[in-house]
């Protein structure tokens, strides 16, 4: 005989999971059916309980204790036993409405939820890419049932992409479409993801492009002028840091002639320590102000932003490097095109030809970790930045690319006017 209890707000506050169980049922004596579910973890569940008309057995929560009312969860209980008792299925009509939802979410329902939770944890940079991917690229399947898409739609969807803007703009595409739906599987919104099954469109090979010193020079001469970017790739050149790294670079960030990028900002999300040599510094610019406003008369105050027109930092990266690119041609420049970040790969792949320092000193300066010296065990005791080694490696190789140029590292003014 199943033992009930009066359930009152008194006597349920005091219903648990006896020491020994993993769960226990206790029943309410006033309404068959209606319980309390408790967990050995302490987790409490109001439920139903009942048998369909072909015999089977289900059982429905109604919701936790302390955010549900006991008057609510019975109210719920007597309309679901009731419509038991006329044949119905309370739990497989939820399952039905749940299905049914699901069934009319469109793609651009799913867009804007993705990426409304994206803001929360990818860096600004990573959510923008991610929006044009979905917004833009991703535009044909919005008014898509998102449900009834499948992963012929989707192949054929990347095919046009990879035709239109390149093979690897459709892989990046393919990544994001396919984040998004997992994210709507894990949600409870879809039943599957239609992109996980579909080809890459494009295999990519791994970079390898690396700039000559003739290409460095003439980079180095292209890039004289008083403009952000000018001053940018110079300091991608000097140091082999990412482009967003000094793009949204801040005076707060820099100490004498040290640069520490926080961990907010460092791809891996670890503090980064640069001593930056003369030549380094000479490629900053005066510090500006913000001029004076009429809201709440605010003062005029300096920038935070070393570079950019905003607080934000720089931007435009993509117009500003056709520019250049089209300075290296009028200036007789030749080899193949190059990237931003090929300046990183060739800081590192060249300081490591000259045996400027140890690999791990090289590994230390771009802010990565994967060498002996950081790795496992080594890793958890070995604490030290290699400033000194830092510093007298940048400082190598700045005189290497000051010779490049012909002129004097120490002269680091007249350097930085080209």
Same mark, same amino acid.
Request: proline content about 3%.
């Given at each position: 005989m199943i033992e009930t209890t009066k359930f009152t707000r008194t @006597?349920?506050?005091?219903?648990?999971?006896p020491p020994g169980r993993g769960e226990a049922f206790h029943w309410d004596a006033d309404l068959p059916g209606f319980g309390l579910r408790c967990l050995a973890s302490g987790v409490?569940?109001?439920?139903?309980?009942?048998?369909t008309k072909l015999g089977g057995q289900r059982r429905v929560s109604l919701? %936790?204790?302390? @955010?549900?009312k006991l008057d609510e969860a019975r109210d719920k209980a007597r309309d679901m036993l009731a419509q038991v008792r006329l044949g119905g299925d309370?739990?497989?009509?939820?399952? %039905?409405?749940?299905?049914?939802?699901?069934?009319?979410v469109r793609v651009s329902a799913l867009v804007d939820g993705y990426l409304a939770a994206a803001a929360k944890r990818m860096r600004p940079r990573s959510l923008i890419e991610t929006k044009r991917h979905l917004s833009e690229h991703g535009k044909p399947l919005h008014e898509r049932i998102a449900a009834e898409v499948d992963r012929r739609e989707v192949a054929t969807l990347l095919a046009s992409i990879a035709e239109r803007s390149g093979g690897v703009t459709a892989n990046r595409v393919r990544s994001s479409l396919s984040a998004m739906w997992t994210w709507a599987v894990m949600a409870g919104l879809q039943d599957a993801n239609p992109v996980a099954l579909t080809a890459k469109p494009a295999i990519e090979a791994s970079r390898e492009r690396v700039l000559s010193d003739a290409e460095l020079a003439a980079t180095w001469h292209a +890039?004289?002028? %008083?403009a952000d970017h000018d001053r940018i790739v110079r300091l991608l050149m000097l140091t082999g840091c990412r482009r967003d790294e000094v793009g949204r670079m801040r005076w707060s960030e820099l100490d004498g002639d040290v640069w520490t990028l926080p961990a907010l900002r460092a791809k891996n999300g670890l503090a980064h320590e640069l001593p930056l040599p003369a030549?380094?510094?000479a490629q900053l610019p005066p510090r500006r102000t913000l001029p004076a406003t009429a809201v709440n008369d605010a003062p005029a105050r300096q920038r935070g932003a070393v570079f950019g027109e905003t607080e934000a930092g720089f931007s435009g990266w993509s117009r500003c490097k056709a520019r250049l690119d089209a300075r290296l041609a009028?200036?007789?420049?030749?080899?193949a095109p190059w990237t931003l970040h090929d300046l990183r790969r060739t800081f590192v792949t060249r300081m490591n030809d000259m045996g400027v320092a140890e690999p791990h000193v090289i590994e230390a300066l771009v802010n990565h970790h994967s060498g002996t010296a950081k790795r496992g065990v080594a890793g958890v005791y070995?604490?030290?930045?290699?400033?000194?080694?830092?510093? +007298?490696a940048l400082t190598t190789w700045a005189d290497h690319l000051a010779a490049l140029v012909g002129q004097s590292a120490a002269n680091a003014a007249t350097i930085r006017r080209g």
């Open positions: @006597t349920v506050a005091r219903l648990g999971c409490r569940r109001y439920v139903v309980q009942y048998r919701g %936790d204790p302390g @955010t549900v309370p739990h497989a009509a939820q399952q %039905d409405a749940r299905r049914q939802a699901r069934e009319a +890039t004289g002028g %008083d030549l380094a510094i009028a200036g007789g420049a030749e080899g070995n604490r030290s930045a290699y400033r000194e080694q830092k510093r +007298t």
